[in-house]
């Protein structure tokens, strides 16, 4: 059985809550460069055995079945990472206005986290938690007369996060961008004796436009309008620092900026501002410019996969989450890439 996360001991004087967030402490005994255990790998689990799906805007990644997942899982430890991210692909016949599926324990985010820390139990496994993959309207929230009805929304979030801890998250992820719904997600799971899992915030969310293959991976972009009535206008840097003092004070124990490099001045802010650990995410539109760049002959993916990472931790990112978490961590250990079949 892993470690508990508030059992991590340090010399950081930090406060109960930050012992939860065990990866982001390794982090800090090396500030000032890049290691595989600044990195966490996102996983998209699908239904199905032995299943490999690529996903043709993001060259390298795929959809895997659970039993893939726990494969890349044991990859992951074996190369030093942090942790590993899980979103769920989830299918169509599932999916409703309130999103049911997301509060099933028998459900494929459920099973898929217990799988995997089974099978690497001291790899740190971060959650999802937010409406759209489940949703048959494709938004975070509850939409009702056509609005997203955020007070309707939190008790789901509660609920979804609440399975998770039972499968076994070390954090779950709010990527919603409800109002208030660190502080419901932490009394949830306080009183259902889940006081050891952390909450990895999404407290600065833009609505960005490098969001696009992430979308088509899950297929869950919105049937109706877009998400900039909840997710931040990327032209307003104050806001900011506001989100990232309200889910302090509601509990959260990790603070996220998304996108990570369009928006390293907000990174370095936010850095500047809280004492809780900071993670960036390289999000899916990020990774397939690099992609798509190198392919092209504009440079090398592996030089500017690093160099682009190496400026998330410069900026202050005590985490990183990556689609390239697997290729930056081999290029650093200098070990030559495991031939898996696809």
């Avoid at 726990?70 to 999103?99: N, S, T, Y």
């Avoid at 139990?121 to 955020?150: Q, T």
């Avoid at 696009?212 to 972009?221: Q, T």
């Avoid at 509601?250 to 809780?276: C, F, N, Q, S």
Wanted: proline content about 7%.
């Amino acid at each position: 059985m892993g470690m508990s996360l508030r059992s991590i001991p340090t010399s950081l004087d930090e406060s109960p809550p930050l012992h939860r967030a065990r990866a982001a402490f390794r982090a800090r005994r090396s500030i000032g460069g890049l290691a595989p255990q600044h990195l966490i790998w996102p996983l998209f689990v699908q239904e199905g055995v032995d299943l490999v799906t690529p996903i043709a805007s993001m060259p390298g990644c795929a959809r895997v079945s659970i039993d893939r997942a726990v494969e890349q899982a044991a990859e992951a430890a074996c190369a030093g990472l942090a942790g590993i991210a899980l979103f769920p692909v989830v299918p169509d016949r599932l999916k409703d206005p309130r999103g049911r599926e997301s509060r099933n324990r028998q459900g494929l985010m459920a099973r898929a986290i217990c799988a995997v820390k089974a099978a690497a139990p001291d790899l740190l496994v971060l959650s999802d938690v937010a409406l759209d993959p489940y949703s048959s309207d494709g938004h975070d929230g509850v939409v009702i007369n056509g609005k997203i009805d955020n007070d309707a929304t939190l008790p789901l979030l509660a609920e979804m996060a609440l399975v998770q801890a039972q499968a076994g998250a070390d954090l779950v992820a709010p990527s919603d961008m409800m109002d208030g719904r660190i502080g419901v997600i932490r009394r949830a799971l306080d009183e259902a004796g889940y006081p050891h899992v952390g909450i990895c915030s999404y407290a600065v969310k833009y609505a960005s436009a490098f969001y696009g293959p992430f979308r088509d991976a899950l297929e869950s972009a919105p049937r109706v309008g877009d998400k900039r009535t909840y997710q931040m206008d990327p032209g307003n840097h104050r806001e900011a620092l506001r989100e990232i003092r309200l889910d302090e004070e509601e509990g959260a124990d990790w603070l996220m900026v998304k996108p990570g490099l369009p928006y390293l001045d907000i990174l370095h802010l936010v850095r500047a501002h809280t004492a809780l650990p900071v993670a960036a995410y390289q999000v899916s539109g990020e990774y397939a410019m690099l992609k798509a760049a190198s392919t092209a002959g504009a440079f090398g993916y592996e030089e500017v996969l690093l160099e682009s990472l190496g400026s998330l931790r410069r900026a202050g990112a005590d985490l990183i989450v990556t689609y390239g978490a697997l290729d930056a961590a081999r290029l650093l250990a200098s070990v030559p890439p495991v031939n898996r079949q696809q």
